[in-house]
């Protein structure tokens, strides 16, 4: 019985990925869902092109940590749950 395959058609728990939500700065969410090796930096690059901004432009952060673009889920999120939300903020640059 331990070698029995799941039926065809039948959903199975995926632990393989996980949901990102990324809160902007005006209020909208956009929801991703990645593997949990992939790097960060494929979220953060399409979250930028979806909102018609470069990378240099915003940070990412979790709990108030900055994410780096080497990143993954697996290292930087706890294995317990399956949704998280991530802020991006714009970054500021002041005259010299």
């Not at 065809?8 to 949901?19: L, W």
């Not at 991703?32 to 979806?50: G, Q, V, W």
């Not at 470069?54 to 290292?75: C, L, S």
Request: aromatic fraction near 8%; proline fraction near 7%; charge should be positive.
């Amino acid at each position: 019985m331990a070698d029995e395959k799941p039926k065809e058609g039948v959903k199975t728990e995926n632990n393989d990925h996980i949901n990102l939500k990324v809160a902007g700065q005006d209020g909208s969410v956009v929801q991703f869902k990645i593997k949990r090796h992939t790097p960060l930096s494929k979220l953060m690059k399409a979250y930028c092109e979806r909102q018609g901004l470069t990378i240099r432009q915003i940070r990412f952060r979790f709990d108030g940590q900055p994410i780096n673009e080497t990143d993954t889920p697996a290292q930087r999120f706890n294995p317990c749950s399956s949704t998280y939300f991530l802020s991006c903020n714009p970054l500021i640059w002041l005259p010299l």
